[in-house]
């Protein structure tokens, strides 16, 4: 039986530790990826934690799970170019992915995202790419240049944040961090977003032009706004995202086969 393959693409290796433990025990090895980036490999059997049986549907086997770590850097930017270079590198060698999940801490936009939350997208947006104009802000895709939004796969999202009790809700990809109580308002109401972060819309941007379905999930480390660094929460959203993929590890490997919709 085929494995299903996918790669997890974070900011930093932090991030991606803390998602390579969650999936563990067995530590990752190196793999083939990009050029002048590390690529991690977890290949797990796809077994389900004793108590988190019933979550799973009987009728599906048990299929093995390749997951690829990749440290792609911050920003929409650098998250991009390290993941359409991984997703590139894949599809030479004939063995592309399934799926594509962007994977992090994030600023959580209060009160339906407070510190501790766990956030997993049903939307993926670029809520600085556009124009500011006497009337507001335009987004690119009103200007007729692209596309702010892409869409996370309806079912296999909804699904995931059941799963994780998480809020399931857009995500906006950011180059300027918010740091005033005015702006966090404007992104919340405009957008009806949960958590605030920097790569999501790169990476889907990559996954797209590859034609693979993508994820972003997120743990909240601080609340979007004004800039309180004593009452961030870095450690605790890291331990967050950890746990989420021990959680994930067997719904991606039973609950969801390819092709994820």
Known sequence: MNPVRVLIVTAVDAERDAVGHGLGPTAPVAAPG?????????????????????????????????????TGG????????????????AAVHD????????????????????????????????????????????PVDTLGFGTCEHACPPHLSAAVARVLGAVHAPVLTVSNVTGTEERARTLRKHHGAAAEAMEGFGVAEAAAVHGIPMLEVRTVSNAVGPRDRAAWRVPDALAALRDAFAVLKPVLAHGAPPPFS
């Open 34 to 70: 990009p050029p002048g980036r590390e690529l991690l490999r977890l290949t797990c059997d796809g077994s389900t934690p004793r108590g988190e049986a019933h979550q799973m549907p009987s009728a599906l086997r048990r299929r093995p799970l390749t997951v690829d770590l990749l």
């Open 95 to 138: 063995v592309p992915y399934d799926l594509v999940i962007c994977a992090g801490i994030a600023g959580g936009f209060a009160p339906v995202a407070p510190t501790g939350a766990v956030v997993v997208a049903d939307r993926v947006i670029a809520a600085d790419l556009g124009c500011e104009t006497a009337d507001g802000f335009l």
């Open 74 to 89: 911050v920003g929409p930017a650098a998250a991009a170019a390290a993941t359409g270079a991984a997703l590139a590198v």
